[in-house]
């Protein structure tokens, strides 16, 4: 025996030691770890919002039950908690890694749609398009389908593509009559008729009109404050300018005239830039309004 005990690895002896007190079960305040509680653990990290932790615990649900029948939905929750946090970018490579690991899965026509819908929140407009498309064609009795469009007109708007964005909602309402969005996509539609025939102030024009009289242009943009100012301060140096030349003061007239000329030009540029916002602020307003009417279709 005492040789025996000599041979034993000390791991051994310590096992042998500690079995006898070691619980073989579980008691009745221990968790057994399966792959429902595992994903509980997860959705309750995703239902308070803390993103980041429902990513690390449906992970590990992968980790630890690969071959569950519930794979694809942690795949898919995690693409969702980064969406849902604003991380479009890794939201759209993880939607687009669970469409191609479960074609078949009942989240892949959803995950389709919210990877377009990344794509236009990163301004990818292009790559936003071509994914929505896809459903469409692919899977147009979706409820999806017409959510797709709308993101579609959406983001034709943002690059101010006008056939692209009236095509969109066109097809909404001729596929899908009766739809309850109906009534928004149809005011929506009369907004981008507005936007098509908005009024535009001419920058050019408003350059001009300030380099033949300081300020006028800043009139024409509706910059009233701006174009009194820019009448007062080019008025001075002119005027300035000019009574130095009668009196045939030159020095001080090329240096008061001098001095004057990058305020005269800046008022012709800044003239040109006030009609240009001008145009972007009526721009904005319909679009804002297009915006607010589609959102509760997305």
Same mark, same amino acid.
């Given at each position: 025996?005492?040789?025996?005990?000599?041979?034993?690895?000390?791991?051994?002896?310590?096992?042998?030691?500690?079995?006898?007190?070691?619980?073989?079960?579980?008691?009745?305040?221990?968790?057994?770890?399966?792959?429902? @509680?595992?994903?509980?653990?997860?959705?309750?990290?995703?239902? =308070?919002?803390?993103?980041?932790?429902?990513?690390?615990?449906?992970?590990?649900?992968?980790?630890?039950?690969?071959?569950?029948?519930?794979?694809?939905?942690?795949?898919?929750?995690?693409?969702?908690?980064?969406?849902?946090?604003?991380?479009?970018?890794?939201?759209?490579?993880?939607?687009?890694?669970?469409? =191609?690991?479960?074609?078949?899965?009942?989240?892949?026509?959803?995950?389709?749609?919210?990877?377009?819908?990344?794509?236009?929140?990163?301004?990818?407009?292009?790559?936003?398009?071509?994914?929505? =498309?896809?459903?469409?064609? =692919?899977?147009?009795?979706?409820?999806?389908?017409?959510?797709?469009?709308? @993101?579609?007109?959406?983001?034709?708007?943002?690059?101010? #593509?006008?056939?692209?964005?009236?095509?969109?909602?066109?097809?909404?309402?001729?596929?899908?009559?009766?739809?309850?969005?109906?009534?928004?996509? #149809?005011?929506?539609?009369?907004?981008?008729?507005?936007?098509?025939?908005?009024?535009?102030?001419?920058?050019?024009?408003?350059?001009?009109?300030?380099?033949?009289?300081?300020?006028?242009?800043?009139?024409?943009?509706?910059?009233?404050?701006?174009?009194?100012?820019?009448?007062? +301060?080019?008025?001075?140096?002119?005027?300035?300018?000019?009574?130095?030349?009668?009196?045939?003061?030159?020095?001080?007239?090329?240096? @008061?005239?001098? +001095?004057? @000329?990058?305020?005269?030009?800046?008022?012709?540029?800044?003239?040109?830039?006030?009609?240009?916002?001008?145009?972007?602020?009526?721009?904005?307003?319909?679009?804002?309004?297009?915006?607010?009417?589609?959102?509760?279709? +997305?």
């Amino acid at each position: 025996m005492r040789t025996m005990h000599r041979l034993l690895p000390i791991p051994l002896l310590l096992l042998l030691v500690l079995a006898p007190v070691s619980p073989l079960h579980a008691d009745d305040g221990a968790i057994l770890l399966t792959g429902d @509680v595992q994903l509980r653990i997860a959705d309750a990290f995703m239902e =308070e919002g803390e993103y980041y932790r429902a990513v690390t615990e449906y992970k590990k649900f992968l980790i630890l039950f690969p071959d569950s029948a519930r794979a694809d939905y942690a795949s898919f929750e995690i693409a969702m908690a980064y969406f849902k946090g604003e991380e479009y970018g890794a939201a759209s490579r993880s939607f687009l890694a669970m469409r =191609e690991k479960y074609p078949d899965s009942g989240y892949a026509i959803q995950a389709g749609y919210l990877d377009g819908v990344s794509q236009w929140k990163l301004k990818n407009d292009d790559r936003a398009r071509v994914a929505l =498309e896809t459903l469409v064609e =692919e899977h147009p009795e979706s409820e999806y389908a017409p959510r797709a469009l709308v @993101v579609i007109c959406l983001a034709a708007l943002d690059e101010d #593509k006008a056939e692209v964005r009236r095509q969109a909602l066109q097809r909404f309402l001729a596929r899908y009559p009766g739809h309850p969005g109906e009534d928004n996509v #149809k005011e929506a539609a009369v907004e981008l008729d507005r936007y098509r025939e908005l009024p535009e102030k001419s920058p050019v024009l408003a350059g001009i009109m300030s380099a033949i009289l300081p300020g006028s242009g800043y009139f024409y943009a509706e910059h009233y404050g701006d174009g009194i100012t820019a009448f007062l +301060i080019n008025g001075l140096f002119i005027a300035g300018t000019v009574t130095a030349i009668n009196q045939e003061n030159y020095a001080v007239a090329g240096i @008061v005239g001098g +001095i004057g @000329v990058p305020f005269y030009l800046g008022n012709i540029y800044g003239s040109a830039n006030a009609a240009k916002k001008w145009n972007l602020g009526v721009r904005n307003e319909v679009t804002q309004k297009i915006h607010s009417t589609l959102a509760p279709l +997305i």
